[in-house]
């Protein structure tokens, strides 16, 4: 993707995208599981973020893993996302 390019309105895929200095306004923002995208110096205004296809079943597996008892397990893995590196 180019650089500093301003999305408004409009659905942006990321699987496998590279997005730097760009601004996102009221934008649906939709992964669906491929190789992760890359963010540099991004700005995000009211977006709305979408899980598809892959990324959607793994969220569903985590609330079936959440459900069935494996509680901690789930929290364990949301810890270690949040855990800055």
């Given at each position: ?30 992964y ?54």
């Amino acid at each position: 993707m180019p650089d500093g390019v301003s999305y408004s309105h409009e659905t942006v895929a990321l699987d496998g995208e590279t997005f730097t200095s760009c601004e996102f306004r009221d934008c649906r923002m939709v992964y669906a599981g491929g190789e992760p995208p890359v963010f540099d110096h991004c700005k995000f205004v009211d977006c709305d973020w979408k899980q598809d296809e892959a990324a959607a079943r793994t969220l569903a597996y985590l609330k079936v893993l959440w459900n069935a008892g494996a509680k901690p397990n789930v929290q364990a893995l949301i810890k270690d996302i949040t855990v800055a590196r």
